[in-house]
C-alpha cells in the first residue's frame, strides 16, 4: 500500500506518524527506457527514406512526437510529487499536504474531537475519506483506491482510540 506507519517503540509519549503518496508505476529507470523504445521504435520507418528529401520532411514531427511523450511523462511524473503526513499525539492531531508545486496545506485539530468519515457516496471519489475535527473536514488519502481507503479508515480509528 502507498502508504506507511512509524510509530513509537515504547513510549506511548511518541507521536504516531502516518505517510501517504501516490502510487508510482512508472519508475526514472523505465521512464528512461520508454523514451529509449519510443524514439528508436518511430524512427525504424526512417531508415528506408535515409538519402531523400522525404526523411527531413518527417524528422520534425517524429521529434515532436518523442518530445511530447517526454513533456506528458514528465508532467505525470511532478503530479505525483505529492505528499501527506499525519502526525498523531495524545493532545493534536495534524496534517500536511506537500502538493506538487511546493504548495502545502496544513490542518491541526485536538486528537479526543478528531472523527474518520468515510462517505460511501457522494464524493469526488468512491469511499471518500475524510478527517473532521473543530470546525473544519480534510480530506485524506484521495489518490488511494477505495480498498485502501476502507483499510486506512480502520488503522486510523485504531490509532484513535489508542491515543485516546
Not at 104 to 129: C, I, M
Request: charged share 25%.
Amino acid at each position: 500500500m502507498p502508504y506507511q506507519w512509524t510509530s513509537p517503540d515504547t513510549n506511548d509519549d511518541q507521536p504516531v506518524r502516518l505517510r501517504l503518496w501516490p502510487h508510482r508505476s512508472l519508475s526514472a529507470r523505465g521512464f528512461v527506457w520508454f523514451i529509449g523504445g519510443t524514439a528508436a521504435l518511430i524512427s525504424l520507418p526512417l531508415f528506408g527514406l535515409l538519402g531523400t528529401p522525404v526523411l527531413w520532411g518527417l524528422l520534425p514531427f517524429l521529434a515532436l512526437a518523442v518530445a511530447g511523450m517526454w513533456w506528458a511523462l514528465s508532467h505525470n511524473t511532478r503530479d505525483g510529487d505529492l505528499v501527506e503526513d499525519l502526525t498523531l499525539t495524545r493532545d493534536t492531531t495534524t496534517l500536511v499536504r506537500r502538493n506538487p508545486r511546493d504548495e502545502t496545506q496544513e490542518w491541526s485539530a485536538n486528537t479526543h474531537w478528531v472523527r474518520v468519515v468515510l462517505h460511501e457516496d457522494g464524493g469526488p471519489v468512491e469511499k471518500y475519506l475524510t478527517l473532521r475535527g473543530g470546525d473544519r473536514e480534510v480530506e485524506i488519502g484521495a489518490f488511494l483506491t477505495p480498498e485502501e481507503r476502507v483499510a486506512l479508515r480502520g488503522e486510523l480509528m485504531t490509532e484513535l482510540v489508542r491515543l485516546r
